[in-house]
């Protein structure tokens, strides 16, 4: 069965920095890998994904993440945090057994930005 | 809007009664998914249909139960409702192929509040 850690529940940065939340998966098959954002009392919005191209993926408001097959990683970053970033974020990675692609979730990581 | 379509938002009731939550899929998109987020429990996929007919079931109660209609919406019943079904019950949509899935990824709902008491 696929599986997806999050490290991390929370992460605190300043306005500015770096953001890096980090997310490990396990899969027995090449996965298709998620980031989901999902802002207070909203859905969940698609922030990136991983399907087997390009393993530096970009994806809206200026987040990416790398594909790195040997640490089973895909964590994804932002150069500069902006206070509109605090949510909380999901990684996750689609399960393709018997073609159905459901998908396996992260327990989330709550990004905090600090003026 | 994404696209997907759920109602209602807000649901409150008492233990013991049934509830139906309904979902409209984006135009095109043959394939719904159930997941339930909950504060202990995270995101948990609950099940799986596509056009029609039910592909795989995840973490779903028996007290639960789900369709798709020929118009491709789907509708989600729970029943006997318990304190602890108290949770956001998402529906996603997707196109069927590996290939579209690729580009296209999974659009959700803004989901459905559901508050037992």
């Known amino acids: 069965a696929q599986s997806v850690t999050q490290l991390g529940s929370h992460v605190s940065v300043s306005e500015g920095a770096l953001v890096l939340l980090r997310c490990n998966y396990s899969?027995?098959?090449?996965?298709?890998l998620f980031w989901y954002v999902q802002y207070p009392n909203q859905g969940l919005q698609l922030l990136l994904k991983y399907t087997s191209a390009a393993t530096l993926v970009k994806g809206i408001n200026g987040f990416e993440a790398e594909f790195k097959k040997s640490e089973t990683s895909f964590h994804l970053t932002k150069p500069s945090a902006h206070m509109s970033d605090a949510a909380e974020y999901f990684c996750?990675?689609?399960?393709?057994?018997?073609?159905?692609?459901?998908?396996?979730f992260g327990k989330g990581t709550k990004l905090s930005v600090i003026p | 809007d994404s696209g997907v379509t759920q109602t209602p938002k807000h649901l409150i009731t008492a233990t013991g009664q049934r509830v139906t939550l309904r979902c409209s899929p984006r135009?095109?998109?043959?394939?719904v998914y159930w997941y339930q987020q909950s504060l202990d429990q995270g995101l948990q996929f609950l099940i799986h249909y596509y056009n029609g007919e039910e592909r795989a079931k995840g973490n779903i109660l028996e007290r639960f139960s789900a369709q798709q209609f020929p118009d491709l919406h789907s509708e989600l019943n729970l029943s006997s409702l318990e304190l602890g079904d108290s949770a956001l019950y998402f529906c996603?949509?997707?196109?069927?192929?590996?290939?579209?899935?690729?580009?296209?990824?999974?659009?959700f709902g803004s989901g459905t509040r559901l508050t037992v008491v």
């Open positions: 996603a949509s997707s196109a069927r192929t590996a290939f579209e899935l690729a580009n296209y990824g999974y659009t």
């Open positions: 996750a990675v689609s399960d393709s057994g018997a073609g159905s692609y459901q998908l396996t």
């Open positions: 135009s095109g998109d043959l394939s």
């Open positions: 899969s027995s098959v090449p996965p298709y």
